[in-house]
């Protein structure tokens, strides 16, 4: 099993539409969790932390269930910008080792 | 804020030619990485390194050698390069051990072998 996994989609979605996905991870002592966006083979950018608690940023809503160790990435109100794909970030807390390590990422095509 | 600064952005060698991609980040991380994104494969790491003087293989580290002899640069080298190693690189820095510290990416480098 992977240690990071996602759905590489293609999510075909048109404006306006709310869209969500989930990133399943299999290290349970697993401390950091982000969602980074990627265009076309750029750099990926972070799009968000995801705390705890849940967060919200704007349009973006991202949670953590740790007990069936996924989050989950939420858009509302899709753009024809948020064509990207995204990528689930999970970093380890034991054993020594913080290396982070990126699930596939899932692609986003959102269509007018 | 430079971030994160890779160099060079691109890069066209002929098999058997050598390079080094260089990366600097002024942010005072001690962790650094470089990967390679290859289509539908996501980004793998390469070699990573935890602090100065360190260097640790990742998940594909054939045909690569990496340095850090200064905690602001992590070097990757090419010594032979071969077509399997067209790609684009990206390195990133990071302070993993706190949480919800996030990685910051270079640029990248796109990187042709003929």
């Known amino acids: 099993r992977k240690e990071v996994e996602q759905d590489p989609g293609p999510f075909n979605v048109p404006e306006g539409a709310t869209v969500a996905f989930n990133c399943t991870y299999s290290n349970s002592a697993s401390q950091s969790f982000f969602w980074y966006r990627q265009d076309c083979r750029k750099e990926p950018k972070l799009l968000m932390s995801?705390?705890?608690s849940g967060n919200e940023d704007g349009r973006f809503t991202a949670q953590l269930n740790r007990a069936s160790q996924y989050i989950s990435l939420l858009i509302r109100d899709s753009k024809l910008s948020d064509s990207a794909t995204y990528l689930c970030v999970v970093t380890p807390s034991s054993g020594g080792s913080y290396i982070p390590t990126f699930g596939r990422g899932t692609s986003l095509i959102v269509h007018p | 804020n430079a971030g994160v600064t890779q160099t060079p952005k691109f890069r066209v060698l002929k098999t058997g030619q050598s390079m080094t991609l260089l990366c600097a980040q002024d942010?005072?991380?001690?962790?650094m990485y470089w990967y390679r994104q290859d289509p539908g494969m996501g980004l793998r790491l390469i070699h990573y390194s935890v602090g100065e003087g360190t260097t640790a293989k990742g998940e594909v580290p054939d045909g690569y050698n990496v340095s850090r002899l200064k905690k602001q640069n992590f070097l990757l080298g090419l010594e032979s390069a071969a077509p399997s190693q067209t790609s684009v690189y990206f390195c990133?820095?990071?302070?993993?051990?706190?949480?919800?510290?996030?990685?910051?990416f270079g640029n990248g480098t796109r990187l042709t072998v003929t």
């Open positions: 942010m005072n991380h001690e962790y």
């Open positions: 995801v705390y705890s």
């Open positions: 990133a820095s990071s302070v993993p051990w706190q949480t919800n510290s996030p990685l910051h």
